[in-house]
């Protein structure tokens, strides 16, 4: 799929996991999109393997936008995204934007075959400067 | 520590004893944890580093820059939580700064700019009640030339330290005013490393 991706970082599962599925139901399928949540044990947390294996699912050519909620879960991406390295980390974006807005509004920009830059703007606007 | 004991460091030894003093800290670190964080700070230390144990033979074959990138990698893989990356950038950094043959100088110079790698990837900095806390005054003892047994004390002071401060960064700053009077997990979990490794690398380290 030539659209940008949307990945879906959350400390817990079911935040993530509903967040896709709103983004499912309010965009569709034309975007490509994964989620994870949760440490890997059962509890609240973010988990660098489960989010370089997000980012993969939702690769594309176009690029990612990554959503993401508290603090560790945007250390976690960083860390993901530079462990991907180039060059496909240069096109990896994670935003500074609510998740589930931000998720919302990116995939729908992306949807319509936005480039990556517009994607992470729009989802940016959500964000107070 | 001379050029030729910094080389022969046993590796394996190392990776033992400190494998040993998180686990057998763990629930310390987890009441520490419990406190001001979300109380899995010590079992998350400690599955990192048996993660790093159970490969101990193979990160012991690689020379030391390697080994330690390899131990790095294993943390932010397997601690999770904020403390992976953290402490993962840690060890990734220093891996990557150490020259192949280091002295002294040269270990204390790479460990600080690993210090400046980790405070990037939390941005945050000294005084924020973090792992920074213990790790700055470290530094700056190994570049002091300090003995070994003293970087541990000076360690342990530091995270002492960090009771009253108050948390500005990480999931302690929800707690605002709070987080003061608790030791911060995170610099505790320094100060224990440290005192691992200059036991086991000696006196003289």
């Known amino acids: 799929m030539s659209n940008v991706g949307i ?24 975007v490509p999109l994964a989620w994870c949540g949760g440490n890997g044990q059962g509890g609240l947390g973010t988990n660098v393997e489960a989010i370089m294996g997000a980012i993969d699912t939702a690769w594309s ?41 931000g998720a919302v509004m990116a995939a729908t920009e992306a949807s319509g075959g936005a480039s990556l830059r517009e994607v992470v703007a729009t989802a940016h606007e959500l964000s107070p400067a | 520590m001379s050029a030729e004991t910094m080389t ?22 987890t009441a520490l944890d419990q406190a001001i964080g979300d109380g899995d700070h010590g ?38 939580g904020a403390s992976g990356p953290l402490f993962g950038t840690l060890f990734m950094a220093l891996g990557k700064e150490l020259p192949a043959e280091p002295d002294t100088g040269g270990f204390a110079t790479a460990f600080g700019k690993a210090i400046e790698a980790v405070a990037a990837r939390g941005k945050s900095q000294l005084g924020q009640k973090t792992m920074l806390d213990v790790l700055y005054p470290v530094q700056a003892a190994m570049v002091a030339g300090t003995s070994g047994v003293e970087i541990a004390i000076a360690a342990d002071a530091a995270a002492e330290k960090t009771v009253p401060m108050k948390a500005s960064r990480g999931r302690a700053s929800f707690l605002g005013d709070r987080s003061i009077g608790h030791m911060d997990p995170g610099a505790r979990s320094v100060a224990l490393l440290v005192r691992a490794v200059v036991e086991t690398v000696g006196e003289d380290a």
Do not use: W, Y
């Not at chain 2, 046993?10 to 629930?27: C, Q, S």
């Not at chain 2, 074959?61 to 601690?79: D, F, Q």
């Open chain 1, 61 to 101: 050519e176009a690029g990612v936008a990554i959503l993401v909620d508290l603090g560790g879960a945007e250390t976690n991406s960083e860390m993901a995204v530079e462990m991907i390295g180039e060059p496909r980390a240069a096109k990896i974006v994670i935003c500074n934007a609510p998740i589930v807005e």
């Open chain 1, 7 to 30: 990945v879906i970082v959350s400390h817990s599962p079911l935040v993530a996991e509903g967040t896709a599925d709103m983004v499912r139901q309010m965009v569709g399928n034309e």
């Open chain 2, 43 to 80: 079992l998350n230390m400690k599955r990192g580093f048996e993660a790093v144990r159970a490969d101990a033979d193979q990160i012991a074959a690689k020379p030391l820059p390697e080994a330690l990138k390899a131990i790095g990698t294993k943390l932010v893989m397997t601690v999770g």
């Open chain 2, 8 to 29: 022969q460091i046993d590796l394996k030894a190392l990776i033992t004893a400190v494998a040993d003093t998180v686990a057998a800290h763990a629930e310390e670190l």
